[in-house]
């Protein structure tokens, strides 16, 4: 049983199933918080911030060093990446065809650290390649479902999901890189990096829906109490994250990791009675035989 618990695999499964339930509370917050771009923004700053504080505390509770040159660079710029990601993809998001800008961002956030990590520690081999290429139909399958909306992605869109999933790779690749400081202070660093950039995008935000004479998102208690859970369960699957690339292979940790939205569709439909579509449930399928073909 310790081995199992040690396993990046069993780690990576684990930051899937509270990278989904932070997604879920999120979005929660964000319609609470009036279902703006704004409300977005607010949400993972409110976030971001309190998942900050604890962290910094729980540093200086533990003595742990606080890191310097490239681990300390990788951390902010992990934080910087996913930032900038987050508030593209919502961008994407708010333009309609969700399903789509979803999953071409989850396919990107799962290939990017796999091609890297292969480069670097060559094959995982054939059947693990395989159990990826039916990880990415999963991906596919989960999220891209029917667009509620009828709205066709233009070309802005898609380039905006395009480079929300690169930076999400890019962050798995720098989460890796810094996670040598531990796993509490690149979490930390990471997430000075994500309130910084968030917090530039989100004054540009608000200059321009004043000069329209726009009202401002909402920060209620609910939208508070959403912030708390998004935030503990955001960076409890990032460490988790950051653990499962110490323990094994990269393009593992990723793959499995990427899996996400089957947490979030799982929650959507236990809280909000939301059924699964049935392509969400061939891809949840699919999802699972990638998982045993990864892990074998």
Not at 67 to 81: K, S
Not at 88 to 101: C, T, V, W
Request: charged content about 10%; aromatic content about 6%; overall charge positive.
């Amino acid at each position: 049983m310790n081995m199992l618990l040690q396993g990046n695999a069993l780690l990576a499964l684990l930051a899937a199933a509270l990278w989904g339930g932070g997604d879920f509370s999120g979005g929660m917050g964000v319609k609470h918080g009036g279902g703006t771009m704004g409300a977005a923004l607010r949400v993972v700053l409110l976030s971001h911030a309190m998942s900050f504080a604890v962290l910094l505390a729980a540093a200086r509770l533990r003595g742990d060093v606080f890191p310097h040159g490239a681990v300390l660079a990788w951390g902010i710029g992990a934080g910087v990446a996913g930032g900038l990601s987050l508030a593209l993809f919502y961008i994407a998001l708010s333009r309609g065809a969700m399903g789509a800008s979803a999953a071409v961002s989850g396919l990107l956030a799962a290939a990017i650290p796999a091609a890297v990590s292969i480069s670097g520690e060559g094959s995982p081999g054939a059947l693990r390649v395989a159990g990826f290429v039916l990880a990415g139909m999963a991906i596919w399958l989960i999220a891209a479902g029917p667009n509620a909306e009828a709205v066709k992605a233009d070309a802005g869109t898609v380039w905006m999901s395009v480079v929300a999933g690169a930076g999400f790779g890019v962050y798995f690749v720098a989460l890796k890189m810094a996670g040598s400081a531990g796993l509490v202070w690149p979490m930390a660093t990471a997430r000075m990096g994500s309130i910084s950039v968030c917090s530039v995008v989100l004054l540009g935000l608000l200059a321009k829906t004043r000069s329209r004479g726009e009202g401002a998102a909402k920060v209620n208690k609910a939208v508070v109490l959403w912030c708390m859970s998004t935030a503990l369960l955001d960076t409890s699957g990032n460490m988790l994250f950051i653990a499962a690339t110490r323990a094994g292979r990269l393009d593992v940790a990723a793959v499995l990791a990427s899996l996400y939205p089957a947490s979030t569709i799982l929650l959507a439909a236990w809280t909000l009675s939301e059924r699964p579509t049935r392509r969400q449930g061939l891809g949840m399928g699919v999802a699972a035989a990638a998982v045993v073909m990864i892990t074998l």
